[in-house]
């Protein structure tokens, strides 16, 4: 077996950052939203709550740990919302401390609101935090976010921590074809963005399988179509960008479960995140299918891979390591 990484994954494939190297810093579906597109299903834990979900010292031994695979970017992401750990702002701080590769946050700026998360959040390199709707109405039927949080607060605390953040802040708007992504509300949604003023509008589509089965993605096509409406910065991150990667020297099963336990791969996206060939993918995908850890998905004309369940115990590792 390889050494046991719980809270550092990948390098993964990002559309945006390259070879990005994941930081989980909340337990499985641990989130202030439920939204209906997520890649990770349902949320388990819906919450507001800010304490060290999973601990700071444990997490900043394991970067030490995988710092030398060499990403372009460390990232905040995973199993939630990481700016639901309390010691957020600490750990980027160590990490700085450690290394000159830059930190970036995936969040859904739910509680940009709040001063202390946007001032722990103003010491990363790149905040990328999302905005899917234009009016409360979708907002919640969308993203399905927990009581305390309103739209009203959610676009407050974009629009306040542009005016506070020095660094590169990318908004993610992410459309659906029936909901959002009808020309009426795209244009509700890019009046908000103009008066957050990120420094990149990215458009997104739920490319991976969602948690409900009724969402749809918005073509290539029409996310292109609806760009317009944001203006030059915007552009579409929807396709898959080809990524060199770095090969890892010992592939294992236990490293690609732990990619599929975070979020939904194709045999592709495995092979660039690890930098281990396609080839070698698949024949660990075969192992980890025959002893029940993972299991297949269509999206369209796309198979995608997925963790069985949210951790696969000591026995079935063992099973799987080929």
């Known amino acids: 077996m390889n050494e046991n990484f719980k809270y550092v ?6 559309r945006r950052l390259g070879r990005s190297l994941g930081v989980d810093l909340v337990p499985f579906k641990t989130c ?28 900043l031994e394991e970067l030490k740990r995988k710092l030398a695979s060499h990403p372009d970017y460390i990232t905040f992401s995973g199993s939630g919302e990481p700016t639901l750990h ?3 702002g600490e750990i980027i701080e160590q990490v700085r401390a450690m290394t000159k590769i830059p930190v970036a946050v995936l969040t859904n700026g739910s509680l940009l609101w709040q001063p202390e998360v ?15 709707a234009g009016d409360d109405l979708l ?8 009581p305390d949080i309103t739209f009203e607060k959610l676009v407050a605390g974009l629009e306040q921590f542009r005016g506070e953040f020095s660094g590169q802040y990318w908004l993610e708007v992410l459309l659906l074809a029936g909901h959002t992504g009808l020309p009426a509300h795209v244009q509700e949604i890019a009046e908000i963005v103009r008066r957050i003023r990120p420094d990149r509008v990215q458009l997104n589509t739920a490319v991976r399988p969602p ?8 073509p290539p096509e ?4 609806l760009a317009k409406a944001f203006g030059p910065e915007a552009e579409v991150i929807a396709n898959y960008c080809i990524l060199k990667a770095t090969p890892q020297s010992h592939p294992s099963a236990e490293a690609v479960l732990a990619l599929l336990k975070r979020r939904p791969c194709r045999v592709q996206d495995i092979a660039q995140g690890l930098g281990i060939k396609p080839a070698e993918v698949v024949k ?10 993972i299991c297949r998905q269509r999206r369209g004309a796309e198979v995608f891979y997925r963790a069985a369940g949210r951790q696969a115990d000591e026995s079935q590792l063992e099973r799987c390591s080929c």
């Open 9 to 14: 994954f990948g390098p993964v494939p990002s």
């Open 32 to 59: 202030t939203y439920d939204c209906i597109y997520c890649q990770l299903g349902r949320t388990t834990r819906k919450t507001v709550e800010r304490k060290e979900w999973v601990p700071t010292a444990a997490v």
């Open 86 to 88: 309390s010691g957020l």
């Open 118 to 132: 946007r001032a722990e959040l103003a010491l990363a390199d790149v905040v990328m935090p999302s905005l899917d």
């Open 139 to 146: 907002f919640q039927a969308v993203n399905r976010p927990h």
């Open 211 to 218: 948690a409900e089965e009724h969402v749809r993605a918005v």
């Open 222 to 225: 029409g996310l292109a179509a």
């Open 284 to 293: 660990h995908l075969a192992g980890l299918e025959a002893n029940g850890c």
